[in-house]
């Protein structure tokens, strides 16, 4: 019977791996994507998959698009709207489905309710007024694979944060048989034209309740009133007591958290989510970033439990996207952005040799939780491509398959032998020549296939006889007078 591998190719980038796959493709749409326009929305056409909900501004035009899970991703959509340039699900009315919640347009002073599973249309069911009326901006915030539960009731929690004057304000609106159409929380800031530039929820302490990282940010040089404060939830609602903190002149602010730390998930499974920080000493001076456990108060370990060796690539990109556990292995893993272009891949649990990414997704901009939309139990990778080095606007939407076959590389373990076909590409970006490396288990004839997104063959080669072993095939799309572009490389054993 024969075993086929495929990766993702673009004519300017490619993606890589280090000892682990992670590689199917499933899904490639072609849109003007942001860096995070994946959102995590359920099953909304019950057919037993979860399906997957992207925003894009396809010509000018704010829109919100959902297409179907399963093995096989249509990339038509089943449900849209336009004008809608915020949104996320959460199930507002109770009954067991997802809502699309939106926000459509600056300035329109409500957020629009699409019941979702059997109700869903594209007809607004419910309008959310706001508490004050106004023309300004928000932006519904996005979990990002983070339940928010303020009270640990054990119901989701509605977050939007309005651009009012004289102070951004963030509303927190209970959900289900709570669902009343007024917030129940508000937080502010304190002083004139505070701006809140950083909203960041996780359970910190462990104790059911979500908690906050919110900057109240002064827009005033030299921002004297810029702070930075640690909200932690509880049954109640007293939002009232706080952790308050102010940085010095080169962003630290103590015992570890500094203006760039952020919330992660539970990154070693102690049932408390953690702290993301620059690398202050702690590591060699190529770990760009290290991980610290949360609790109470919020640098109860200031000490850092694990490195991340970003091999002295920079800029770090900051923003909160949980990519959730895309190897099925119980833990939560973490995505950065590295450089310009890149999402570097760690796993949960124990480090990888010398504390180096198990996978690196190169020409990679943005990332998002898309779940398990396959049904095999393991989370999906959502990524967002470029169409070429530093561009922006149209971008490629990539879904990527969960693989329970990716794992560490141990301190003290050396790689194994291979037991699974591997397949990866360098250099990365490319024009117009890169070498294919592909790994089998075990003796079988082996072809090489290139198809464009339509489809297409665009070159295959006939490489005949392999022994099991990693080899490498050098590839020249431009002799084929192929254009920049999304290609797939299939290897057939």
């Known amino acids: 019977m024969q075993k086929i591998f495929r990766t993702i190719i673009l004519a300017v980038v490619l993606c890589t791996t280090i000892y682990s796959q992670l590689d199917s493709v499933i899904f490639v749409k072609w849109g003007a994507f942001n860096d995070t326009p994946f959102c995590f929305c359920d099953d909304q056409n019950g057919d037993g998959y979860n399906d997957i909900m992207i925003k894009d501004f396809d010509n000018g035009i704010g829109k919100v698009r959902i297409y179907p899970g399963g093995p096989l991703i249509d990339t038509i959509p089943f449900w849209e709207v336009k004008r809608d340039f915020s949104a996320v699900a959460i199930d507002i009315n109770g009954d067991g489905h997802r809502d699309i919640v939106t926000f459509p347009y600056d300035g329109a002073g409500k957020l629009a309710v699409y019941y979702g599973g059997p109700l869903l249309d594209t007809i607004p069911d419910y309008y959310i007024q706001f508490p004050v009326p106004s023309t300004a901006t928000g932006i519904i915030i996005d979990p990002a694979g983070t339940k928010i539960d303020m009270n640990g009731d054990g119901i989701e929690e509605l977050v939007f944060w309005y651009g009012q004057y004289p102070n951004d304000t963030l509303y927190l609106y209970e959900t289900g048989s709570k669902f009343t159409g007024e917030p129940r929380a508000k937080i502010a800031g304190e002083y004139f034209r505070h701006k809140i530039w950083r ?123 949980d990519v959730g556990d895309v190897n099925g292995d119980g833990l939560q893993d ?65 879904i990527i398959a969960g693989d329970r076959n990716l794992v560490s590389v141990k301190d003290g373990e050396k790689p194994q032998n291979p037991n699974t076909l591997r397949l990866f590409a360098y250099p990365n970006p490319f024009n117009p020549s890169t070498k294919i490396s592909y790994t089998v288990p075990s003796p079988g004839e082996v072809t090489l296939s290139i198809y464009n997104v339509s489809g297409e063959l665009v070159e295959q080669r006939i490489l005949g006889e392999r022994s099991a072993g990693s080899y490498e095939e050098e590839l020249n799309l431009g002799k084929t007078g192929a254009s920049s572009g999304v290609y797939f490389a299939e290897i057939t054993f």
């Open 199 to 321: 909203v960041q929820f996780g359970d910190l302490n462990g104790d059911g309740c979500s908690d906050l990282w919110i900057e109240f940010h002064d827009p005033v040089w030299p921002n004297p009133n810029t702070r930075f404060d640690v909200i932690y939830g509880e049954p109640e609602w007293d939002l009232s007591a706080r952790f308050s903190y102010q940085a010095d002149i080169t962003g630290y602010i103590g015992d570890g958290l500094s203006f760039s730390s952020s919330i992660i998930s539970d990154f070693n499974g102690d049932g408390k989510d953690d702290w993301l920080h620059s690398n202050k000493g702690q590591y060699p001076y190529f770990y760009g970033r290290m991980v610290s456990s949360g609790g109470y108060p919020p640098t109860q370990y200031p000490t850092a439990y694990r490195g991340l060796n970003t091999q002295d690539r920079g800029p770090l990109g900051g923003f909160k996207m």
């Open 334 to 398: 973490l995505m950065l952005s590295v450089g310009y272009d890149e999402q570097w891949l760690w796993l949960g649990g124990r480090p990888a040799l010398d504390d180096v990414a198990n996978k690196k997704y190169f020409g990679a901009k943005g990332r998002g939780h898309v779940g398990d939309i396959t049904g095999d139990g393991v989370d999906d990778l959502a990524l967002v491509f470029n169409s070429a080095p530093g561009s922006t606007g149209y971008r490629y939407a990539v």
